[in-house]
């Protein structure tokens, strides 16, 4: 299993299968870290060998760069503000992702999702005036 929740999805039709619904009725509330923690449950004792992604892909979040351009005094300062909003709503369960110019929070996600919000911040960050 790999990829993103689609919280989206939630709100349309759903027709789980069996396991579906016995899965989504041990959840509480969908929250993506307790329907990712729930989800093992459901392939105990089947032939499925599940695995950490960190196992996989190593340490995922890890400091510096990764472009050839490096950011400037102002850029840094707004990824510091940004990264501790963004570990908020990732405690909060909202999302992962917030979309920061001038220390002025543009765009965070929900339910709609991460490329949603990154091309709604994007054109907001793009305006020469904020304010």
Known sequence: MAGTINKKKMF????????????MSKLAIFHDDESCERSPENFKGREFTLSVPLNICGTAGSPGNL??????????????F??????ELGRLDIGQCVVVRRKTVLAMEA????????????????KRRLW
């Open 82 to 87: 940004g990264w501790k909003i963004a570990k």
């Open 111 to 126: 339910i709609e999702g991460t490329n949603e919000t990154i091309l709604r911040g994007g054109k907001l960050a793009r």
């Open 67 to 80: 472009t050839r351009r490096k950011p400037n005094q102002e850029e840094r300062e707004d990824v510091e």
């Open 12 to 23: 349309e039709n759903v027709r789980p299968d069996l396991r579906g619904l016995t899965l």
